[in-house]
C-alpha cells in the first residue's frame, strides 16, 4: 500500500462545476496535509494546507480532512479552465520530521 | 519562485559522467529538500539538509550525493550518471522550520542522460 494515495485521473468536468479531488493516506498519526497544484512543465504551487478535521475554505477551494477515515479532499467550486492541471495530495508522516510524502497527482482537465 | 532559483535549467549529459545541479535560496531558510519527479512515481525526496553541513538521505539517494556549505545552495551530485536517473528534479525550501506550513519548490531542472 503506498503512503499517499491519488487516483491519477484525468478526471473532467465542465466549466463551473465543482471538481472533487481525493488523497487517502496510511498512517494514522499524520498531522499535516497540503495540496498543490502542478501545471504542465512547471513546478508544484502550495494551494492549501490543513491540519484539523473538518472543512477549510480560501476562495473557490475547500479543503476536507477526516482524519477516522485519512482521508483528505480538494474541492474546486465554479472550475475554470484555468483550473486544468494535476493536483499533488502531500501528507508529514508520523517520524517523517518535516518531509513532505507526496501521492502520484489527479490530473485535472475543465472542459468549456 | 519566492526566491528559490535551480540551475541549470536543462541539461543534457551522457552516461558515466558526474553531474552536479544547484540550489539557491534568498530566503535564510533552514531546510532544503531535493526531489525527482518521474510519470508514475510522483515527487520522491532523494536527499535533504537541516542546516549547513547537515544532510540525511531520502526514499531515492543511491547514486546522489549533496552538500551544503553555506546555507543559501544546496547541491545535488549525481556521481555516474545512469538513463535511469533522466528525470526532472526539484528543489524545494521549507517555509518554516518544523516545516509543517508545507514547502517552497524551485522552478527545476530537466536532465537527460544519454
Known amino acids: 500500500q503506498k503512503e499517499v494515495e491519488q487516483n491519477s485521473g484525468p478526471l473532467s468536468v465542465p466549466e463551473g462545476a465543482i471538481a472533487s479531488l481525493n488523497c487517502t493516506y496510511s498512517?494514522?498519526?499524520?498531522?499535516?496535509f497540503f495540496w498543490y497544484r502542478q501545471y504542465s512543465g512547471k513546478s508544484p504551487e502550495l494551494i492549501m494546507s490543513i491540519y484539523s478535521n473538518g472543512d477549510k475554505e480560501d476562495g473557490r477551494f475547500t479543503a476536507q480532512l477526516n482524519k477516522a477515515s485519512q482521508y483528505v479532499s480538494l474541492l474546486i467550486r465554479d472550475s475554470q479552465p484555468s483550473d486544468s492541471a494535476t493536483y499533488l495530495c502531500a501528507v508529514i508522516l508520523t517520524g517523517g520530521g518535516n518531509k513532505l510524502t507526496f501521492g502520484t497527482g489527479t490530473q485535472l482537465k475543465v472542459e468549456l | 519562485d519566492a526566491g528559490i532559483t535551480q540551475s541549470p535549467r536543462h541539461k543534457v549529459t551522457e552516461t558515466g559522467t558526474p553531474v552536479t545541479l544547484r540550489c539557491h535560496q534568498t530566503e535564510n531558510h533552514r531546510y532544503m529538500y531535493w526531489y525527482r519527479q518521474d510519470p508514475g512515481h510522483g515527487l520522491r525526496l532523494i536527499h535533504y539538509s537541516y542546516g549547513v553541513k547537515d544532510t540525511d538521505k531520502g526514499e531515492v539517494s543511491d547514486g546522489y550525493s549533496v552538500s551544503r556549505s553555506k546555507t543559501e545552495d544546496f547541491l545535488l551530485t549525481l556521481e555516474s550518471a545512469t538513463s535511469s536517473q533522466t528525470s526532472v528534479y526539484f528543489c524545494?525550501?521549507?517555509?518554516?522550520?518544523?516545516?509543517?506550513?508545507?514547502?517552497?519548490f524551485g522552478s527545476g531542472t530537466r536532465l537527460t542522460v544519454v
Open positions: 524545494a525550501i521549507s517555509n518554516n522550520d518544523r516545516g509543517n506550513y508545507g514547502y517552497t
Open positions: 498512517d494514522r498519526g499524520s498531522q499535516s
